[in-house]
């Protein structure tokens, strides 16, 4: 059985920088990716990053892209999502997810595994 839990989220102030872990427990393939989403309030979940293990080829999507970088630690059997200089609209609850989605990254329905989420807020 795989489970996700992440950590990390909290209350910052724009511009600075959180660092949201999730701890992946039970065998995965390495040939999966390894995903961020977010729900904003009043919005639909959306992708934020993605990494594929065997690769490390990464997605991220435009408005994040150069503040925020994915990575995975496969020894601690974790991966990660930085973000640095972070805006109010990055105000989220922030969820992880491990799958096979093929064409369909940016679904997290088409992820085999996903978390709980964490929150993160930035104030102005």
């Known amino acids: 059985?795989?489970?996700?839990?992440?950590?990390g989220g909290g209350l910052v102030q724009a511009g600075n920088s959180?660092?949201?872990?999730?701890?992946?427990?039970?065998?995965i393939q390495s040939t999966q990716r390894l995903?961020?989403?977010?729900?904003?309030?009043?919005?639909?979940r959306e992708i934020v990053a993605t990494i594929r293990r065997s690769s490390e080829s990464t997605y991220y999507?435009?408005?994040?892209?150069?503040?925020?970088?994915?990575?995975?630690d496969d020894d601690k059997n974790a991966f990660y999502l930085q973000m640095n200089?972070?805006?109010?609209?990055?105000?989220?609850?922030?969820?992880?997810?491990?799958?096979?989605?093929?064409?369909?990254?940016?679904?997290?329905?088409y992820y085999d595994y996903r978390g709980q989420g964490t929150q993160v807020t930035v104030s102005s």
């Open 1 to 7: 059985q795989v489970r996700l839990v992440e950590s």
């Open 18 to 27: 959180l660092r949201l872990s999730c701890v992946v427990t039970g065998r």
């Open 85 to 109: 200089a972070l805006k109010p609209e990055d105000t989220a609850v922030y969820y992880c997810a491990v799958g096979d989605p093929g064409y369909n990254i940016g679904y997290s329905g």
């Open 61 to 72: 999507r435009d408005s994040v892209r150069g503040r925020f970088t994915i990575a995975s």
């Open 35 to 44: 995903a961020w989403f977010r729900q904003r309030p009043g919005a639909d």
